[in-house]
């Protein structure tokens, strides 16, 4: 289920966490940081948008195309353009448009 190819950070959603998602909040609709074509994704989602989209995830209209349903939203844990602060600012302008955005961030506690 996790598959690096040199600097990429594509690791799945572990299953469990998705079908928690999708019990407690209904399917999801989005996934603008999808894994890529052809790679094994634990995200069952309508639409998706991959890197190769890039740089469509962050400008596209999430809102469109979500159609009113739910966002899902696993971003690289790299640095970079893709790091997760990254992707707070589409987050963060799509759920003041009242999008329904469920986001799963790494949360380092240590020093």
């Not at 299953?15 to 603008?32: S, Y």
């Not at 948008?49 to 400008?59: A, E, K, Q, V």
């Amino acid at each position: 289920m996790i598959s690096r190819d040199n600097q990429d950070q594509d690791y799945c959603t572990p299953p469990w966490v998705v079908q928690d998602v999708i019990e407690a909040l209904g399917p999801i609709a989005l996934d603008p940081c999808a894994t890529r074509a052809g790679l094994f994704s634990t995200v069952p989602a309508e639409t998706r948008l991959t890197i190769d989209d890039n740089p469509g995830y962050f400008s596209a209209d999430w809102s469109k195309l979500a159609g009113g349903g739910l966002i899902y939203v696993n971003p690289e844990y790299g640095g970079g353009d893709l790091s997760s602060r990254r992707w707070m600012e589409p987050v963060a302008k799509w759920a003041d448009a009242g999008e329904t955005i469920v986001c799963l961030l790494r949360v380092s506690i240590g020093s």
